[in-house]
């Protein structure tokens, strides 16, 4: 049986750790920064033609250090949507899928694929964040994650539901990451009543 909550709520936590211990403040997130803190080189696929067939990134851990490698022809958003899923297999701590000590983005949906998925989002576009800004719309979400649109309207379904519980600092995990974004959401709001 697949413990969907159960996943979740690692991918989720996972994913807050990241902000926490790499001190990401700000949206967008900047994903070179937080692989940098983690010791984890980011490759543009263009340099060393290593992506085989239709993947998208691959995690590969190479002399002592893990290496994502992402399709640099891709949109932006898409690119940044393949570090991030990248980093949650990394962070989550999954096997190795080849004896190649690699991990493939062949979107096929695995569950560590769809676990890595869960990760991306929850960094990307953390929903604490996202409510404190009130940003809901999957258009906005998409801008200012700078995330795929389709990412964004999955987000976007997903904030409505969690609107609707009002089910927001139960854990001490997502009151940590409100206060890493306090400043930026400050920011955020001076900027947004000036232009109302």
């Given amino acids: 049986m697949y413990d969907y909550y159960g996943i979740y709520t690692s991918c989720r936590d996972a994913a807050w750790r990241c902000i926490i211990d790499f001190d990401i403040r700000t949206l967008p997130?900047?994903?070179?920064?937080?692989?940098?803190?983690?010791?984890?080189?980011?490759?543009?696929?263009?340099?060393?033609?290593?992506?085989?067939?239709?993947?998208?990134?691959?995690g590969i851990f190479c002399e002592g250090k893990w290496h994502i490698i992402y399709d640099d022809s891709l949109s932006t958003e898409n690119s940044r949507f393949v570090i991030a899923h990248e980093l949650g297999h990394i962070f989550l701590g999954h096997e190795y899928k080849y004896a190649s000590r690699r991990f493939d983005s062949d979107r096929g949906k695995l569950k560590c694929e769809r676990e890595a998925d869960m990760f991306a989002v929850r960094l990307l576009a953390p929903a604490c964040v996202l409510h404190e800004l009130k940003i809901l719309r999957a258009d906005d979400i998409a801008e200012i994650c700078m995330i795929p649109k389709g990412v964004a309207a999955e987000r976007a379904r997903r904030m409505k539901m969690l609107e609707e519980r009002g089910a927001y600092y139960t854990s001490p995990l997502e009151l940590q990451v409100r206060e890493k974004f306090s400043d930026f959401i400050a920011e955020y709001r001076t900027l947004y009543d000036k232009n109302e």
């Fill in 29 to 58: 997130i900047m994903l070179k920064d937080a692989a940098n803190f983690a010791g984890i080189r980011i490759v543009r696929n263009s340099k060393i033609g290593e992506l085989r067939g239709n993947e998208s990134g691959a």
